[in-house]
């Protein structure tokens, strides 16, 4: 697929890109040269910023050496420490700069100064796009090794050799993409003026991402999966999607869907003839499914197809995908991330978030999507909940101390009729004895009287889906789409007619139906919001940071456990915890662990992921996509 096209080859509309224009300004470079009593030591940096700007949000590791107060090392610092040379722990000017003492040895060394060096985002060695993770891409763009409409074209050309292409004749074509945006370059463009003039203004300056086709976007259609909605190009985008803009992100492309976002098989009929559908592969095994509902972005970030991703998640949409495709998923608390400009499926539990080959990755992409939003009352709860960045809980060592718990069944559902997975068994010990190495007390817990009656209850997406459905039409949907009701879209042939009557039984649900399940005094409206009470109950009763269980199994689903975020709202964060091997079913084959926490507590789970994904690296490289000639 080239830069400029859809799936069926016509052209996008065009738009501008950034709200506010980009100055450029010439760029110097500067460089320090520090001699140390043994060896001379040649420090290469990047240029000075040319003009005063608020620091990117950064976590703690490059900032915590800031000696000039703008919550970032760069240049500016190298040149106060440099002049603070022998400066020892009697001198008079020590506080300003014992914090870079790193050798302990009360004296300011070009030891030290070469320590304070590798905290700046800068890396003028070779760049190396597959698996690169925002820290690589912008350290190298501030070097001047890559560019963003290098790392740009880079993923164009990528998305074009690989995800139609079948990789052999055992092999199915990922389809993971459904549109590319004819201003990805422009945008990069525009970022790379940005951070000569001023910069690096943002992690995600620069960064090219993936969406799920459910978000809104002015410069490609969204088409949610449905042939019966090639023609919806929207004139603004979604609330998250302008959050990435405002950070300096290019938006490259649109990502396939399980349609309408109904399930996990992640099958679309998006511009294909009328009776024509496609399913999503995974990178890993293409004969399985990339997971759905957000398998396209699944299937493009890990086989290394953008930088980041952006899906939905109901009832594992987000989570599903990632625990196929080695990923990272946060499936955010219902209220944090905006909803408005997305095609819903069930607001009563829906929720978009990143999806990434990092937790680093995922943390800056929540960074910038968070927020209070009037086209979303919801979001009004978070007020005075958030941190300035998420990547401040990004620590090593945040296992140690924690306190995890989990609920047998959750692990092996035996005992409640269903069928238990080896492997899964297997990961999940392992990632036990990892955590309690690291630090953690994890405690096996009492399966509450409640907790079924809470996992049982199913999503929202048959009963809320017509009415969500309408108000997104009425707000957004463009005037060029003729199908505008389920009826209609199933009058047009142009959507996956295998689920017709899935189509069908949702569009019987009258508004009496919708106000007694989601209504303000709704069935499932009140299971909702005793099922977040009880789960904040019980890790207040244990003193718990989080709860622990398994995604999923190897491309499968496991029991209920995919209902217990969606069930009260609470946020989880989902990363790999290892793969199947010889002698169990499909080698190679991905799991991931899941901790969820408290509302609005994002940070705490995220520290807890990093911490383990930290120690333990099981993130694998989908072997059929390597870097390009």
């Given at each position: 697929m080239s830069a400029n096209t859809r799936i069926d080859g016509t052209p996008s509309a065009s738009h501008s890109w950034r709200k506010t224009p980009v100055k450029t300004t010439t760029r110097t470079i500067a460089v320090a040269a520090i001699v140390g009593t043994a060896a001379a030591t040649a420090i290469s940096v990047p240029a000075t910023a040319a003009t005063e700007i608020d620091a990117p949000l950064l976590m703690p590791y490059y900032t915590d050496l800031d000696l000039t107060g703008d919550a970032q090392v760069t240049t500016a610092d190298l040149d106060v420490a440099t002049a603070a040379l022998g400066t020892v722990s009697t001198d008079a000017g020590w506080a300003d700069v014992s914090v870079i003492d790193l050798d302990e040895d009360g004296e300011i060394t070009v030891v030290d100064i070469a320590g304070l060096s590798q905290r700046m985002v800068y890396d003028d060695g070779p760049f190396d796009l597959i698996e690169a993770d925002v820290i690589e891409m912008q350290a190298a763009m501030n070097a001047g090794v890559t560019t963003s409409v290098e790392i740009t074209t880079a993923y164009l050309d990528r998305i074009a050799a690989y995800d139609t292409v079948a990789q052999g004749e055992e092999e199915r074509a990922l389809n993971s993409i459904i549109s590319t945006s004819d201003v990805a370059l422009d945008a990069a463009a525009a970022a790379d003026a940005e951070r000569a003039a001023e910069g690096m203004t943002s992690m995600l300056l620069g960064v090219p991402i993936?969406?799920?086709?459910?978000?809104?976007?002015?410069?490609?259609?969204?088409?949610?999966?449905?042939?019966?909605?090639?023609?919806?190009?929207?004139?603004?985008?979604?609330?998250?999607?302008?959050?990435?803009?405002?950070?300096?992100?290019?938006?490259?492309?649109?990502?396939?869907?399980?349609?309408?976002?109904?399930?996990?098989?992640?099958?679309?009929?998006?511009?294909?003839?009328?009776?024509?559908?496609?399913?999503?592969?995974?990178?890993?095994?293409?004969?399985?499914?990339?997971?759905?509902?957000?398998?396209?972005?699944?299937?493009?970030?890990?086989?290394?197809?953008?930088?980041?991703?952006?899906?939905?998640?109901?009832?594992?949409?987000i989570r599903v995908p990632s625990s196929y495709n080695a990923l990272v998923g946060i499936r955010p608390t219902v209220g944090l991330t905006s909803r408005d400009g997305i095609v819903p499926l069930a607001l009563s539990q829906d929720t978009g978030g990143p999806m990434a080959r990092s937790v680093l990755d995922a943390a800056v992409a929540l960074d910038a999507t968070i927020g209070i939003d009037e086209g979303d009352p919801i979001t009004a709860n978070q007020a005075g909940l958030t941190p300035e960045s998420y990547t401040e809980a990004l620590d090593p060592e945040a296992l140690d101390g924690a306190r995890i718990g989990y609920i047998p069944v959750m692990v092996d559902p035996s005992s409640a009729g269903s069928s238990g997975d080896a492997t899964t068994i297997r990961l999940f010990g392992e990632t036990v004895d990892t955590m309690e190495a690291e630090g953690a007390t994890v405690i096996e817990l009492e399966q509450p009287e409640w907790f079924l009656d809470l996992v049982n209850e199913g999503s929202g997406s048959t009963n809320e889906f017509r009415h969500d459905l309408e108000e997104y039409v009425d707000a957004y949907l463009a005037p060029e789409v003729a199908a505008r009701t389920i009826p209609e879209i199933i009058e047009s042939g142009r959507f996956v007619t295998s689920r017709e009557r899935t189509y069908e039984r949702r569009a019987e649900v009258t508004e009496e139906d919708y106000d007694a399940w989601a209504g303000p005094e709704g069935s499932h409206t009140a299971i909702l919001a005793q099922g977040k009470i009880d789960m904040h109950a019980l890790l207040e009763e244990y003193d718990l940071d989080a709860i622990i269980y398994p995604s999923g199994q190897p491309y499968g689903t496991q029991w209920r456990n995919l209902r217990l975020s969606p069930n009260t709202g609470m946020p989880t964060v989902t990363l790999p915890m290892g793969q199947s091997i010889e002698g169990e079913e499909l080698p190679g084959a991905n799991v991931n662990i899941e901790i969820l926490g408290r509302d609005y507590d994002e940070a705490t789970i995220l520290g807890l992921a990093y911490s383990f994904e930290q120690a333990t690296e099981y993130r694998t490289t989908p072997a059929l996509y390597p870097a390009l000639d």
């Amino acid at each position: 697929m080239s830069a400029n096209t859809r799936i069926d080859g016509t052209p996008s509309a065009s738009h501008s890109w950034r709200k506010t224009p980009v100055k450029t300004t010439t760029r110097t470079i500067a460089v320090a040269a520090i001699v140390g009593t043994a060896a001379a030591t040649a420090i290469s940096v990047p240029a000075t910023a040319a003009t005063e700007i608020d620091a990117p949000l950064l976590m703690p590791y490059y900032t915590d050496l800031d000696l000039t107060g703008d919550a970032q090392v760069t240049t500016a610092d190298l040149d106060v420490a440099t002049a603070a040379l022998g400066t020892v722990s009697t001198d008079a000017g020590w506080a300003d700069v014992s914090v870079i003492d790193l050798d302990e040895d009360g004296e300011i060394t070009v030891v030290d100064i070469a320590g304070l060096s590798q905290r700046m985002v800068y890396d003028d060695g070779p760049f190396d796009l597959i698996e690169a993770d925002v820290i690589e891409m912008q350290a190298a763009m501030n070097a001047g090794v890559t560019t963003s409409v290098e790392i740009t074209t880079a993923y164009l050309d990528r998305i074009a050799a690989y995800d139609t292409v079948a990789q052999g004749e055992e092999e199915r074509a990922l389809n993971s993409i459904i549109s590319t945006s004819d201003v990805a370059l422009d945008a990069a463009a525009a970022a790379d003026a940005e951070r000569a003039a001023e910069g690096m203004t943002s992690m995600l300056l620069g960064v090219p991402i993936a969406l799920k086709d459910n978000y809104n976007t002015y410069d490609m259609p969204t088409t949610a999966g449905c042939g019966c909605w090639d023609d919806n190009q929207t004139d603004s985008d979604a609330t998250m999607v302008e959050g990435l803009r405002d950070a300096g992100a290019v938006i490259l492309a649109k990502a396939s869907l399980d349609e309408f976002a109904y399930g996990f098989t992640s099958q679309f009929s998006a511009f294909q003839e009328a009776g024509e559908t496609t399913y999503i592969a995974s990178p890993y095994f293409t004969n399985e499914t990339a997971g759905g509902s957000s398998g396209g972005t699944g299937a493009a970030i890990a086989a290394n197809l953008a930088g980041i991703g952006f899906g939905t998640d109901t009832g594992g949409s987000i989570r599903v995908p990632s625990s196929y495709n080695a990923l990272v998923g946060i499936r955010p608390t219902v209220g944090l991330t905006s909803r408005d400009g997305i095609v819903p499926l069930a607001l009563s539990q829906d929720t978009g978030g990143p999806m990434a080959r990092s937790v680093l990755d995922a943390a800056v992409a929540l960074d910038a999507t968070i927020g209070i939003d009037e086209g979303d009352p919801i979001t009004a709860n978070q007020a005075g909940l958030t941190p300035e960045s998420y990547t401040e809980a990004l620590d090593p060592e945040a296992l140690d101390g924690a306190r995890i718990g989990y609920i047998p069944v959750m692990v092996d559902p035996s005992s409640a009729g269903s069928s238990g997975d080896a492997t899964t068994i297997r990961l999940f010990g392992e990632t036990v004895d990892t955590m309690e190495a690291e630090g953690a007390t994890v405690i096996e817990l009492e399966q509450p009287e409640w907790f079924l009656d809470l996992v049982n209850e199913g999503s929202g997406s048959t009963n809320e889906f017509r009415h969500d459905l309408e108000e997104y039409v009425d707000a957004y949907l463009a005037p060029e789409v003729a199908a505008r009701t389920i009826p209609e879209i199933i009058e047009s042939g142009r959507f996956v007619t295998s689920r017709e009557r899935t189509y069908e039984r949702r569009a019987e649900v009258t508004e009496e139906d919708y106000d007694a399940w989601a209504g303000p005094e709704g069935s499932h409206t009140a299971i909702l919001a005793q099922g977040k009470i009880d789960m904040h109950a019980l890790l207040e009763e244990y003193d718990l940071d989080a709860i622990i269980y398994p995604s999923g199994q190897p491309y499968g689903t496991q029991w209920r456990n995919l209902r217990l975020s969606p069930n009260t709202g609470m946020p989880t964060v989902t990363l790999p915890m290892g793969q199947s091997i010889e002698g169990e079913e499909l080698p190679g084959a991905n799991v991931n662990i899941e901790i969820l926490g408290r509302d609005y507590d994002e940070a705490t789970i995220l520290g807890l992921a990093y911490s383990f994904e930290q120690a333990t690296e099981y993130r694998t490289t989908p072997a059929l996509y390597p870097a390009l000639d």
